[in-house]
C-alpha cells in the first residue's frame, strides 16, 4: 500500500519507495509535503525511546550504523555506490559525547532528488 493506515494521529505514513520517490521528485509536493508527516516518518523508526544519557556505547552505536550502512549499500548497483558517500554524524558519532540512543547518518550524493535505487534500498 502507499499509505499505510497504521499511522497515528492525522497522519499517514508513505510505505512505498515509489510515491517517496515520486514526492521529492516533484518541487511542488515536496514544498507541500507535511511537515509533521515527515516528523512522524521520522519517529515511527525509532527503536529505543529517546533516552538521553551522559555515556553512550560509542562503539557499539558505531558498529550499528556501518552495519545499516552495509544493508543500505548492498542492495545498490557499484555505479550508484561509487557516487554515494555515508557519514555518521551527530553526538552518537563523537566518542563521549552525551546524546540520545538516536544515530544519526548522512548519506552524500551528487544529485538531487538522488537516485530511486537509493530510496528504495532505504525503505528495504
Known amino acids: 500500500a502507499v499509505v499505510s493506515t497504521q499511522s497515528t494521529g492525522d497522519h499517514p505514513t508513505i ?3 515509489d510515491e517517496v ?3 521529492i521528485s516533484d ?3 515536496l ?3 507535511d511537515k509533521s508527516l515527515l516528523f512522524h516518518v521520522r519517529k515511527s523508526l525509532v527503536q529505543k525511546d529517546d533516552l538521553f544519557v551522559l555515556d553512550l556505547p560509542y562503539k557499539e552505536i558505531h558498529e ?3 552495519k545499516e550502512k552495509e544493508k543500505v549499500f548492498s542492495n545498490l548497483p557499484d555505479e550508484v555506490k561509487a557516487k554515494l558517500q555515508w557519514e555518521h554524524v551527530g553526538s552518537t558519532s563523537i566518542p563521549g559525547m552525551p546524546g540520545a540512543f538516536f544515530p544519526d547518518s548522512l548519506i552524500l550524493t551528487q544529485s538531487f ?3 530511486k535505487e537509493i530510496v528504495t534500498s532505504l525503505m528495504a
Open 15 to 17: 510505505t512505498d519507495p
Open 64 to 66: 550499528w550504523v556501518l
Open 31 to 33: 514544498q507541500e509535503a
Open 27 to 29: 518541487t511542488e509536493r
Open 113 to 115: 532528488p538522488p537516485p
Open 21 to 23: 520517490f515520486k514526492i
